[in-house]
């Protein structure tokens, strides 16, 4: 078996990652960054990110993962498309397996981030990114003067309901049951909101579009069983968020939801080891979030590594 040896393992190569990547290595560290899949996370199904930045105009979710990524390239990080399948701490080095090969290291970033449930109903996978969204905040302009449905009951779907009222001309919210879970606060601003109508004991079935993207919906009563076609323009989903984090139980303490839990330096219950981005404890989860959680945890991560030398 293949053994190697850094001074940071970053696991995950989203916006958390790959700026914790740029903030190490320009601290002179020797910097591994492990992802399963294409480097970029979550956001390479955006289509156009208008809240980032530096960028007034918007850029595609793609290109500005691309940005970053060459960023961390450049600054001498070292960006493997690889599973890790198992991880250990002791004797104060880190281990990471791979699949033919064990990485050692001083200390870890986890950046593993998380990804929204889905309802797996047709048509939803088609137009994610066209249509349906999972993030208000990210999407909501876009949809300015439209009519968009909203699914789901809790908290999340309150809020992100109530502020896309602030862009679009109605907001159908469709939840299966016959009360919202969300706060007492919450739903009595959506029930005072005369944009907002509340399609109760009703189950989104099917988005339905064309070349332009999403044009309808189709919602069934789950008590009546009667179908109808609704005609929106966007379609958001909030069915809640699960972290990848799977491969973490044992290793650090997760709460009862499986993220990541961190004090305000990102670390993590383990020493030498850090969290940042989506798969930590946060009340926000968006690309800026993400970034600032990153630059804490690699200036940590390298004054760690510092104090240990």
């Not at 981030?113 to 109903?121: D, T």
């Not at 789950?222 to 972290?243: H, L």
């Amino acid at each position: 078996m293949e053994r190697r040896e850094y001074d940071l393992v970053i696991i995950g190569a989203g916006p958390a990652g790959l700026t914790a990547a740029i903030y190490a290595a320009r601290s002179r560290l020797s910097v591994l960054v492990l992802e399963k899949a294409a480097p970029g996370g979550q956001i390479l199904v955006t289509d156009w990110v208008e809240n980032y930045p530096g960028f007034p105009e918007g850029i595609s979710g793609g290109d500005l993962m691309m940005r970053i990524s060459e960023q961390a390239t450049l600054q001498g990080a070292e960006i493997v498309t690889e599973e890790v399948t198992g991880l250990a701490s002791g004797d104060g080095m880190k281990t990471v397996r791979l699949g033919d090969a064990e990485i050692s290291a001083k200390a870890l970033i986890l950046a593993p981030g998380a990804s929204p449930l889905k309802l797996g109903v047709p048509g939803e996978d088609r137009y994610y990114g066209q249509g349906v969204s999972t993030c208000a905040t990210c999407d909501a302009p876009f949809f300015k003067d439209q009519v968009v449905a909203a699914v789901g009951g809790g908290d999340t779907a309150v809020k992100e309901s109530l502020y896309l009222t602030r862009f679009v001309k109605k907001v159908y919210l469709i939840h299966r049951r016959d009360e919202l879970r969300a706060t007492r606060i919450l739903q009595e601003r959506a029930f005072a909101n005369e944009k907002i109508e509340i399609l109760w004991n009703s189950l989104l079935t099917e988005v339905k579009g064309g070349d332009a993207g999403v044009q309808g919906i189709s919602v069934k009563n789950a008590k009546t069983g009667q179908e109808s076609q609704i005609s929106v323009d966007g379609c958001f989903i909030w069915v809640g968020v699960r972290p990848t984090t799977d491969f973490l139980q044992g290793l650090v303490d997760l709460d009862e939801r499986g993220f990541i839990r961190v004090n305000k330096r990102m670390e993590t219950s383990v020493p030498g080891v850090y969290a940042a981005g989506d798969a930590r404890t946060t009340p926000l989860r968006q690309v800026v979030t993400a970034v600032g959680d990153a630059a804490i945890a690699a200036s940590e991560a390298a004054d760690y590594i510092a104090a240990n030398a």
